[in-house]
């Protein structure tokens, strides 16, 4: 039991080193006190293998409570404007961007959307994110990750 979780503390210690060595800089947001602390859990489902330059990352970007905490921090992001509302503005609409390596969404692209005005809000939810993320791993360094995500838009 000892062992194993030397072996994951050494795991840490070594994403941690690569992190620093590839920042060129020993200031990164991250460590592993914080990793653990905020809960960071990888998010994988929204992967966009056809864009993701480096393919399978080893270890997806993280953010804190994963999938939920992405969502949940996402929604509180993307509001209907008075406007649409009142026009009834509905629909869903899909979009790819990247998580870079230091842990920020860039590259936001509209890929569909069936309902016009609301991309703003998404492109807008998606940048003004209020935790960071910790990026995506090959061979334990930091790559950028590209994710596919389709956002329905529903005011029943």
Not at 39 to 68: C, I
Not at 88 to 95: E, H, R, S
Request: aromatic share 12%; hydrophobic share 35%.
């Amino acid at each position: 039991m000892r062992k194993a979780s030397t072996s994951h503390l050494l795991c840490y210690c070594l994403l941690i080193g690569s992190l620093l060595t590839a920042c060129g800089t020993s200031k990164v947001p991250w460590s592993l006190e914080k990793l653990k602390s905020e809960n960071y859990q990888e998010v994988r489902y929204f992967f966009d293998e056809k864009k993701t330059v480096a393919g399978v990352p080893d270890r997806f970007p993280m953010y804190p409570n994963g999938l939920a905490g992405f969502q949940e921090d996402l929604k509180d992001g993307i509001k209907y404007s008075e406007q649409e509302k009142k026009n009834m503005v509905q629909g869903k609409i899909t979009v790819r961007y990247t998580v870079n390596v230091e842990g920020k969404i860039q590259k936001i692209e509209v890929v569909e959307s069936f309902a016009p005005g609301l991309e703003q809000q998404v492109s807008k939810g998606l940048r003004n994110l209020k935790k960071i993320w910790f990026p995506g791993l090959v061979n334990g360094h930091p790559v950028e990750v590209s994710y596919l995500q389709t956002f329905e838009f529903s005011l029943y």
